[in-house]
């Protein structure tokens, strides 16, 4: 399996997961363009796309999905509830009903040789989901646009290979940013976003032998710095109560608006 971040901020998400012979975008947060050429760097274009799973309808995941759909004739894959969301939301313009492949939360299926499940997260969103990929024995989650987690999300994060993760905010960079109130307390709420902390934390409870990639993503432009999420995470894991630390495991973080190397595993 690859895993390649194509865009990765509250400004716009993309991400490639794919085999040998299945490639998928989860999100089409940036301009159908980018994305492509995205594609382009992977040594791919968008006709080879197999479908494309959406997380939730807010832009930033969203906003290139309509003209990347009406170009491409590819399958989308979301819950009912986000579905319903896309197609009240103007800007997507028309997108063929047929396109839709409606999924529920804790669902398990097949795209090519890839096997997804859907997991419910905590979002302010219509239905949101995260997912999990499988194929020839290999896992990677992508896992984002979480507000809070519990032992239903370890569970469902147990044992992967590789896990994309949130760590959205420094808390104190929220705090006294430029964010109206309303606004910091939807990111703080148990339905906005994980920070640099919460991040660390629920990282430490996925780490195995096993874990080869780890990639932080959905940084906050405004109320984060990579660099500080980076330390942050790796003095949540140092301080944790089991028995690895941060330079057992290689952790990078995602760039905002160019793709990130290929991740193989």
Known sequence: MRLCSIASGSSGNCIYVGSDTTHLLVDVGISGKKAEQGLNELN???????????????????????????????????????????????????????????????????????????????????????????????????????????????????????????????????????????????ILGDRGHLSNEASGRLLASLLHDNMKHVMLGHLSKENNLAELAYETVRLEIENADNCYHANDFPIFVANRSECSKVLEF
């Open 44 to 186: 791919l274009n968008g006709r080879d796309i197999g479908g494309i799973l959406i997380t939730h309808e807010h832009s930033d995941h969203i906003g290139g999905l309509g003209v990347l759909a009406r170009k491409l004739n590819v399958p989308i894959y979301a819950t009912k509830g986000t579905i319903a969301a896309m197609k009240s939301c103007k800007s997507l313009g028309n997108i063929d009903n047929s396109l839709f492949c409606e999924i529920t939360p804790d669902s398990k299926f097949m795209i090519g040789d890839i096997f997804v499940k859907s997991i419910r997260i905590s979002h302010d969103a219509a239905e949101p989901v995260a997912y999990r990929f499988e194929s020839e024995g290999k896992t990677a989650g992508i896992m984002t646009d979480l507000g809070t987690y519990n032992d239903y999300i370890v569970e469902n994060l147990t044992g992967l290979d590789m896990v994309l993760l949130e760590a959205n905010h420094d808390i104190r960079m929220l705090q006294v940013g430029p964010y109206p109130y309303y606004l910091k307390q939807r």
